[in-house]
């Protein structure tokens, strides 16, 4: 039975786009390789410190190493946002038609 991993992301190939070896990258971010190669099969997802350490060896933003991560926040609270911004614009319709 295949796993369905629950992070998927492109760390592996920012790594690979540097020639970079899995030992190296985990040697720089203070892990082993076993737990990078966690990260980069998203069994795993690192915490700030080395998601941050893996943005300035990459050389890229977090948001480009976890794109669908990323795309699913940003759409999820576009939506809050938007349900947000719903009892304002009635508060601020009352409002005006109270000044009326």
Do not use: W
């Not at 990323?70 to 409002?95: G, H, K, M, Q």
């Amino acid at each position: 039975m295949r796993h369905q991993y629950k992070y998927p992301n492109d760390l592996s190939v920012a790594r690979k786009r540097l020639s970079l070896s899995c030992k190296r990258v985990s040697s720089l971010i203070g892990k082993t390789p076993h737990t990078l190669t966690r990260y980069e099969s998203g069994a795993a997802v690192p915490p700030l410190r080395t998601l941050l350490k893996l943005e300035i060896i990459y050389r890229m933003p977090v948001a480009f190493l976890y794109p669908s991560l990323y795309r699913n926040l940003r759409e999820e609270l576009r939506a809050r946002e938007s349900l947000n911004e719903r009892p304002r614009e009635v508060f601020r319709r009352r409002a005006e038609e109270g000044k009326g």
